[in-house]
């Protein structure tokens, strides 16, 4: 089910991402989508395409990962009718949070979401940008479970899979657009 | 122009955001507008109001602040079929980029945007979910103006008025859903 039905639609994204080498640090080739957002019907097939995909699923709220992940769950989140949850990096939320830590390549940093985004046994889909070690995503599930609610999938733009974020993942689902 | 024209659906909207005292520090009160976006409908409202008022507007870009900007802002681009461009913090953006700086209560911050974001002579609209003092908003018109382009004007969720920061925006008009 994670074969794109449109295939030319996705080789026309995928011609939209740059290649930024060095970024954020030598060795690492960074795949920018800003050039693919600035182009209004890019932007909209991305959403078109992830609305189809659970359009006809039931979905409560997007949970969507700061700060590229916003761009594209606010979007499909407007377009499904749902709910809108942000998962933010340590202390931007105001109100009562849960944590959950992650790893980074030196030491760690830790994701939030309030205490009362979300009832239990709500049904969720979480999307980010990139799907890379799946480091962010796996502490995201973490916290939806704390707060009792069901990660249905994990979709997102464009997945590195030969860094294996799915196994990291388990039992969740995970859907991409673009794969390299 | 400023004065909303359903007010019900703004008395809804502010009834959903949540008062925190003491955020990000002693004395402030942090309106959090995590609540708002939580609720489909309400979430849905935001971005069609504004819709309302711009869809007659030539648009051609959306510029978005990070990060609770994107949320508003990629929700509109895609109602509005128009481009999405973010603009970011300090060495977010990989490629190439102008900064503008701003003032933080000590010292200072920049903002960036890709040099390649805009072309000269498009129309763009500002947003962002507040506007205070004015000083993230007057650097990204910097931004703007540098990369040539027009911003037509600045639209936000909520105006903290008694910051007076329209003032700072001289001459770019300015657009709020709920006023403080």
């Given at each position: ?44 097939k991305i959403i078109d395409l992830l609305a189809d995909r659970y359009r006809s699923r039931k979905i409560d709220k997007i949970i969507a990962i700061e700060a590229r992940g916003f761009i594209l769950g ?107």
């Amino acid at each position: 089910m994670n074969k794109p039905v449109i295939g030319n639609d996705i080789e026309e994204l995928k011609q939209a991402i740059r290649d930024v080498p060095d970024f954020p640090k030598k060795g690492i080739i960074f795949k920018d989508i800003t050039p693919l957002l600035s182009q209004p019907e890019l932007f909209r097939k991305i959403i078109d395409l992830l609305a189809d995909r659970y359009r006809s699923r039931k979905i409560d709220k997007i949970i969507a990962i700061e700060a590229r992940g916003f761009i594209l769950g606010a979007a499909l989140a407007y377009r499904l009718r749902t709910g809108f949850v942000p998962i933010r990096k340590k202390n931007k939320l105001p109100w009562k949070v849960f944590s959950a830590a992650y790893a980074l390549e030196y030491g760690q940093d830790s994701l939030e979401v309030h205490q009362d985004a979300l009832q239990s046994h709500e049904k969720v889909l979480i999307i980010d940008d990139v799907l890379a070690t799946g480091g962010t995503v796996s502490a995201v599930s973490e916290l939806i479970g704390k707060l009792g609610a069901e990660v249905i999938e994990v979709a997102c733009l464009i997945e590195l899979t030969f860094l294996n974020g799915r196994e990291k993942l388990g039992q969740t689902p995970v859907f991409s657009l673009i794969q390299y």
